[in-house]
């Protein structure tokens, strides 16, 4: 079945640490996302991907970096400058072109920095 | 401003009733497309229901119909006959520019309602 994987679905880790969450895709899409998501909160836009090797920011970039090496995988890397990294983050990919610009997403991976 | 605006942090309804979801939005994008998801307790982000700028017609899909008033800038999403199952967290979502390439920066989400049903 065609879908969006991420992992881990949970991760423990201690502050001043770098975390990396993973997410792979195999709808053949182009275009990829990360959000995160609080509490009471909407989804917020960390990155996008449009291509290969090629990411823009989105709305809180800071404290977090991507690569887009392949077109299947776009890895989330939390980095110690994120002042509160505890969160819920959703990968999502979509197509391009003419087409509604649904997203499609994993479940999440529950990231708690102790 | 904030661009996708849902006023109601919380809603109880009863079984079987209908229920109706806000959402308002903001952009001066002729194009754009509105969007509902569902996230259960889960966790993951289920797709509901699309309604385009341009089109004609309110969507519908099975009980999810959205209720699209372009003047007023609305989209609210009436799930009918509601169920237990669809106790859950109702996002309204906004993509700006049209489909050719535009909108590739993904969309713009509301905080969310949290719709609870009781038996």
């Known amino acids: 079945d065609g879908g969006i994987t991420q992992s881990p679905k949970y991760l423990f880790r201690k502050e001043g640490q770098n975390v990396t969450l993973s997410c792979e895709q195999n709808?053949?899409?182009?275009?990829m996302y990360w959000y995160r998501q609080d509490p009471g909160q909407g989804l917020r836009l960390i990155y996008y991907s449009q291509i290969v090797n090629d990411f823009q920011k989105g709305d809180i970039a800071e404290g977090y970096s991507v690569s887009r090496e392949k077109k299947e995988s776009f890895p989330l890397t939390v980095t110690s400058a994120q002042k509160n990294p505890t969160a819920f983050y959703l990968c999502?990919?979509?197509?391009?072109?003419?087409?509604?610009?649904?997203?499609?997403f994993g479940e999440g991976s529950r990231l708690t920095v102790l | 401003a904030q661009k996708i605006t849902q006023t109601q942090p919380g809603m109880f309804v009863q079984e079987k009733e209908a229920v109706t979801l806000d959402c308002t939005y903001d952009?001066?994008?002729?194009?754009?497309?509105l969007f509902w998801y569902k996230q259960p307790s889960s966790g993951e982000m289920i797709f509901l229901i699309y309604?385009?700028?341009?089109?004609?017609q309110n969507a519908t899909e099975g009980r999810y119909s959205l209720n699209f008033q372009k003047a007023r800038k609305s989209a609210n999403l009436v799930i009918s006959a509601s169920q237990l199952g669809d106790s859950a967290m109702y996002f309204c979502a906004m993509r700006e520019g049209s489909g050719s390439g535009g909108g590739a920066d993904g969309l713009t989400f509301g905080k969310g309602t949290h719709l609870i049903i009781q038996p």
């Open positions: 952009t001066s994008d002729p194009s754009y497309g």
């Open positions: 309604q385009g700028s341009y089109d004609q």
């Open positions: 709808l053949n899409h182009d275009a």
């Open positions: 999502a990919s979509s197509r391009l072109g003419r087409h509604t610009g649904e997203l499609f």
